[in-house]
């Protein structure tokens, strides 16, 4: 499958609503992207399958605040600058490359490393959505390196990580990020094609392009986009339970920097009923309480949209006032694994509560 | 000349005194150098001169917050694997180690690093007496890179940075330092023979020697052991004016952990006279005041020693009732440059005075 420039923006789209708040707005991301589509025409997206046992296969994303990202542009040389280092570290050319995670705008920043390097993307992720840290990716839930791990910045520094576990990656990496600037670009997880082969999460590209692209068309057809998002979700495989969580108005909104994060809960109210809806963040948004009870909790996806045109509002952009529609949907299952659990569930995020999977805390499709 | 095990406490002494304040108690490095001295029967010490002009020449130290370093202890192969990544990295066997700063514990860190690498140590350093940050380097004023750097930390992980420039990779250093843990070996600054010749401070390890030794000598033979230092600063040549500025008692401390270091400003009530000194530090002591009028200014060394036994009390160790007196030095001819002192004078640390030298503020010595 090829990767066309009509299909960037349903890329980008789709990404996005995976965020479930986070991974950052991907609108430089998809101007880069059509920047380095321009040069090589199309991207060629491949299946894991495709790639053979011994393939170098490279994840790659920003690691960063958000809130910089849109202000401190890249020098355009990031990423081929730490690929390129990757390769002379392992002693082999990098064969192809994924998304670290595929929401938001490092959804689409494997698009820019293939268009460098001249090869394909798989069509996989490390999270199947977004996630605030970097140790919270299926890699190191299933025991692998984030070693050698390249960090690049837009001042043109570069630093190679090989630290004794992945914990303490994320801790180097993401202090080095913000001497660096706030933003840089991150080669992590290198992997073998087997190694990509049976663990990482297999279709996530795919499925953000085809969640995109059903909701543009049905904008274009007059339909309801929520509906269709729900509907191509499900069809996805990967994330088979979808629902419109909640629909209302932002009434109130309490968000803080805090270690490096952006931190806060937004209270939506009903239209019409008497219901509210509270939901907490910390990047990406993690808990969704319905009039106290919970409705969706982490992994599983929390995404707050504009109520008329399904954009995906992440948590940095959420106002007092905005018209909104919460999707829910069920997180991909190698997420929901019990060990899974102990990286993204919501102990790793310090809520005491357990997880509980959505379609079991809403049985009734309401979208 | 051979640095033999009866000499390492003469060392440690020396350092402490060129420490300035600063650069860490060297108790836990003289522990290790002893440790390594077993092993080896001795040091090599040879002077920049016998440097061959292709040699690769490797200034080591740590990095981080001396408090962590008491509580912290190294894992021992922190420094053998940073500078084996060194080799690595330029494709070259190290000839020669180096303090990166003579001062505090790291006047003792290349003595390890030359006895896991069995290779000498070169009578120099990078700052003639210790500073907080890395940038404040002979080798940085005179524009040579501190890249490839090499940082290791006790947990077993590894840094390679390659950064823009020297204050960015102090700032990336720093914040790594940090995510390790606190506290980390670095090997930086990597230089050729040649550049070691013309830029390295000559001398300023046996002038460390030399003056822990006529501090024990003097103690020895029942002398006055500040009239002994201060006499062999001076002969050293490099510390070529050498005072004891004030006599007293610690009457009032303030110090705080801010940013990473150790502020503060600590007042002396002299003995009889109506006389007061005080002394404002960032990690090392910055600026002496007698009687609000200034006697001695960064780079120029002040050192604060037990009026008793001149054991150098580092800023960490001040406490009030100390008896104390207070020694200046001049510093290195090579800090009081005009470019150097943008990097090391008062302005640096954000003091509004300019430069004057000790000599000057302090025509009659006192000692």
């Given at each position: 499958m090829r990767i066309e420039r009509s299909m960037l923006a349903d890329l980008a789209r789709g990404a996005a609503f995976l965020g479930s708040g986070g991974g950052g707005d991907p609108y430089y991301s998809l101007l880069l992207a059509e920047a380095a589509i321009e040069r090589v025409g199309s991207f060629e997206l491949i299946s894991l399958d495709e790639l053979p046992d011994g393939a170098l296969v490279a994840p790659c994303g920003w690691i960063g605040a958000p809130t910089v990202s849109v202000e401190k542009l890249p020098n355009g040389k990031e990423t081929v600058s730490g690929l390129k280092r990757l390769e002379k570290i392992v002693g082999q050319k990098i064969d192809a490359v994924l998304p670290i995670e595929i929401g938001g705008g490092n959804g689409l920043a494997p698009l820019i490393a293939a268009a460098e390097l001249g090869v394909p993307i798989v069509?996989?992720?490390?999270?199947?959505r977004a996630f605030p840290?970097?140790?919270?990716?299926i890699f190191n839930i299933r025991n692998l390196s984030a070693c050698p791990s390249v960090i690049t910045a837009a001042c043109g520094s570069l630093a190679v990580l090989e630290t004794d576990n992945n914990l303490t990656h994320e801790r180097a990496a993401r202090n080095l990020s913000v001497a660096l600037g706030g933003i840089a670009h991150m080669v992590e997880y290198p992997l073998t094609g087997a190694e990509a082969k049976a663990n990482a999460i297999p279709g996530s590209v795919s499925a953000a392009l085809a969640t995109g692209a059903a909701i543009r068309e049905a904008h274009e057809r007059g339909a309801d986009p929520f509906a269709a998002l729900n509907e191509a979700l499900r069809q996805t495989?990967?994330?088979p339970y979808a629902i419109t969580l909640f629909d209302g108005k932002i009434t109130d909104l309490q968000r803080e920097t805090r270690g490096g994060f952006s931190v806060g809960k937004v209270v939506i109210d009903g239209f019409g009923a008497n219901d509210q809806m509270e939901i907490d963040f910390q990047n990406e948004n993690l808990i969704a309480k319905r009039n106290g009870e919970i409705c969706a909790v982490t992994p599983d996806l929390i995404t707050v949209m504009d109520r008329e045109t399904a954009d995906t509002i992440t948590t940095e952009k959420l106002k007092y006032g905005q018209r909104v529609k919460v999707v829910g949907a069920a997180a991909p299952a190698m997420l929901r694994e019990e060990k899974a659990l102990t990286f993204v569930g919501p102990n790793a995020f310090g809520l005491e509560t357990a997880f509980e999977p959505i379609e079991q805390l809403n049985p009734k499709d309401t979208s």
């Open positions: 069509d996989c992720d490390g999270m199947g840290e970097s140790q919270m990716t495989g990967l994330y």
